[in-house]
């Protein structure tokens, strides 16, 4: 085990390693630059900035002096605005995380009761309700459910307040986020569950008058969330740092609507903090999610 974790480790860090070399020289291979504007200042003015932020060196020795602050632990600071970074995350990233974390858990909980009804209740009315109202929910762009949910709830009935950092009112965003991933979850959780139920020791269990419930919560139940937990680890880390739409449908100031605004600006540190950051919780929830594996089955063996 201990070995097992090692050697991911060492894989994750080679991983963000090259997201980050991809995205910094893709990056700077798109025309334009951070600080091109309307109204375009002076060539002075440009190379003065180019220096102040190290940007007229060579892209090797950019490269290198960025790679050598992010050992230090130093995001470095807005071209834009020149905050720090990590200020930046400070402010916004909370926001994202209490977002995506209670999408999260929405989409798995109700994703999984939904997949198990639907799978212990096959061919049957239930199970045709949670298949359509599921094959709509992944059909439906995020952005026109998050737009339909604000006309309808917010504006016409007025039943829920538009969101705000006062009001901290997640129930619109959360469910417009939720919604696609649940409904993964659900088709993801009634196949698997239906091969659970049609294993052996399934079998041999209800041949020996085991309780029903006890086969479906026990056995059949935890070894079908072996695929949940395996869509939820990426699943997890791109909902909290990928809700770019949904944040600025609801006009929430996260690190989803700061890396949107960042490409439009070419705000290169600011483009390399997210996506490193991006990348980091990915890798951590791949790996979260293969220890869970072993909490969940402990026939699972790691080499």
Not at 166 to 174: A, D, E, F, H, K
Not at 198 to 214: H, L, P, S
Not at 246 to 271: C, M, P, Q, W
Request: aromatic share 10%; hydrophobic share 50%; net charge positive.
């Amino acid at each position: 085990m201990t070995r097992y974790i090692i050697k991911r480790l060492i894989l994750a860090i080679l991983t963000v390693f090259i997201i980050a070399a991809i995205t910094f020289f893709l990056m700077h291979a798109v025309p334009g630059g951070p600080f091109n504007r309307e109204k375009a200042l002076s060539e002075a003015t440009i190379q003065a900035l180019n220096e102040r932020y190290g940007l007229d060196k060579p892209l090797i020795a950019q490269f290198g002096l960025y790679l050598k602050g992010l050992l230090h632990g130093d995001f470095g600071v807005s071209l834009k605005n020149g905050r720090e970074i990590s200020s930046i995350f400070a402010e916004s990233f909370p926001i994202s995380c209490k977002l995506g974390l209670m999408a999260v858990g929405v989409a798995l909980v109700v994703g999984t009761v939904l997949g198990s009804i639907a799978a212990l209740m096959r061919n049957k009315m239930p199970d045709r309700i949670i298949i359509f109202v599921t094959t709509l929910l992944t059909s439906i762009p995020s952005f026109i459910l998050a737009t339909f949910l604000l006309l309808i709830f917010c504006i016409e009935l007025g039943w829920v307040q538009v969101w705000s950092a006062n009001s901290n009112n997640y129930i619109l965003p959360v469910c417009a986020l939720a919604a696609y991933p649940m409904a993964y979850t659900t088709r993801l959780a009634k196949s698997s569950m239906l091969d659970a139920l049609g294993q052996d020791y399934i079998r041999t269990a209800r041949a020996k008058g085991v309780n029903k419930f006890v086969i479906i919560f026990k056995h059949a139940l935890r070894n079908s969330l072996i695929p949940v937990i395996t869509y939820a680890g990426p699943q997890i880390a791109y909902i909290i740092t990928g809700s770019m739409v949904i944040e600025h449908v609801f006009t929430i100031g996260g690190i989803g609507s700061k890396f949107v605004s960042a490409i439009g600006n070419r705000d290169y540190t600011l483009i390399m903090a997210t996506t490193i950051f991006l990348a980091v919780l990915m890798v951590a929830a791949t790996l979260i999610c293969d220890i869970v594996y072993k909490l969940v089955d402990p026939r699972i063996k790691f080499d």
